[in-house]
């Protein structure tokens, strides 16, 4: 069993490093793209736990560490390796 977390600026704050590779990218040439943001992607691997108990020790280290409530966002997937 995996979680996928996907952690990302909330609306309205500021991402320079996104704005810098949006910046980078209009002057290439490669237009029409309207923002472009950076986050983190992490993955937690777990051995022999069930889906309730995986989703909730993913949310509970988003909320206690991975991510800071007061800037950021996070969604997460629970997936099973075959």
Do not use: W
Not at 28 to 50: A, H, P, Q, R, W
């Amino acid at each position: 069993m995996k979680a996928k977390i996907y952690i990302k600026y909330k609306e309205g704050i500021l991402d320079p490093q996104g704005k810098t590779v949006h910046n980078a990218l209009e002057s290439m040439d490669l237009k029409n793209i309207s923002c472009v943001t950076i986050g983190k992607y992490i993955e937690m691997d777990f051995n022999n736990i069930s889906k309730n108990d995986a989703d909730s020790i993913t949310e509970k280290s988003c909320r206690k560490l991975l991510a800071n409530p007061n800037t950021e966002s996070y969604t997460f997937e629970i997936v099973e390796e075959l």
